[in-house]
C-alpha cells in the first residue's frame, strides 16, 4: 500500500482550509466542492488500484475526505442545535456500516489490500474512521478551528496533538485491532509535521495569488506521479 507522508503538508491543508471556510462567499458551495473532489479522487484510486493489483502497491492518498468531513463537522458545530448533532451521529452510524458492510463483499477480491477498500466505501459515505488520517485529524481541525483567531493557541494545539501522535502511537499504534488500524491511519512518524508549525503564524490574514483551484489539480496529479515512479522503482 503507498502511503504518501503527510506530516507537514496535512497540518498546512487543514489551516488553509479553516481560513477559506471563513471567507468563502459561499460555504455550502464550499462543502459540495470538496466532497465531490472526494468522490472524485477515491474513484480515480480504485481504478488504479484494480489496475494496478497485481503490483501490491495501492493508492489510498485521498486527503480531500478528512477535509470535507472537517468543514462538516465545523458546519453542524456553528448551528448549535442538537437535530443536527443527532443528524451527524446518525451519518455516520450509516457511513460506519454501509463502508464495513459493502467493503466485506467477496467479489471485491480483484484488489487485495482491505484498508484500500474500505477507505474507498469511507471516502465515498464519508466515514470518520475510514478516510486518510482517521478521526483524529478531524478532530485535530476542530481544534485548529476553534484556536484560529489566537496564534498562542494554535501553536499549543498544534505542539499537542504532534506529541499526542507520537506517544499514543508508541503506545497503541501497532496493535493489529480492526479499528486501532483504521485509528492509527498514519505513520509512527506523524509527529514530524511539528517542523511545519512556524509557517502557520506567519499567516497574515491577508489573500495570497490567485490560485484557487491550482490544489484541486495538483493534488491528483502529483499523487499519480508519485504512484507511477514508485512501480518503476519497486
Known sequence: MVSLDRQNCSPVFIYALIIGYQYTSNRKKYIIRLYLCTLGMALLNFTINIAFNYTQMYITNNFFAPLFLILIFIYFFEKRQVKYVALLIVWQILALLLSMLLSEIPEWGFISDAPAIYQFFGSVFGSILFVEGGPLFVFFGLLLYLTRRKKIGIII???????????????????????????YEFAGYQWIMIIALPLIPLYNGKKGIGMKYLFYVFYPVHILILYFVGIYLF
Do not use: A, E
Request: hydrophobic share 45%; aromatic share 34%; glycine share 4%.
Open 157 to 183: 494545539v498544534y505542539s499537542m496533538f504532534s506529541i499526542f501522535c507520537y506517544i499514543s502511537y508508541i503506545k497503541w499504534g501497532q496493535r493489529p485491532d480492526f479499528f486501532t488500524v483504521y485509528l
